[in-house]
């Protein structure tokens, strides 16, 4: 499947992870099967537009939340903010917290 598809299936994750859903629980809120659900997260399908829509309206959150820093550059190097916007928005409130207060220790220390 897309590398799209593989984002924003994670992105989906995320969001009902952090609202402590279940996929079956999403699933009901949204009106889709938990099975299709599942395959959304994992990369495996493509959803429609409708079935994206349903989603971000039982997670509460704006449709654009799911396609915030997609489709930016299409180089062969790796968008390091973006991977770093994935693997912190995948982390709870604290751990983010956490993180970040980490990074601005670090910063005190850099070199270059």
């Keep these: 499947m897309s590398d799209i598809a593989r ?6 994750r995320n969001y009902r992870t952090k609202k402590k859903l279940s996929q ?3 699933a009901e809120l949204c009106g889709c099967h938990p099975t299709y659900i599942g395959q959304l997260e994992r ?37 390091i903010p973006l991977a770093c916007y994935e693997f912190v928005s995948a982390k709870s409130e604290k751990e983010q917290e956490q993180l970040y207060k980490f990074l601005l220790e670090l910063d005190k220390y850099k070199t270059i």
Aim: proline fraction near 2%.
């Design 43 to 79: 990369g495996e399908k493509n959803a429609t537009i409708e079935s994206v829509e349903k989603i971000t309206n039982a997670l509460d959150i704006p449709l654009s939340k799911l396609f915030e820093k997609l489709g930016g550059q299409e180089d062969s190097g790796k968008d």
């Design 7 to 12: 984002v924003v299936g994670q992105r989906i």
């Design 24 to 26: 079956e629980r999403l």
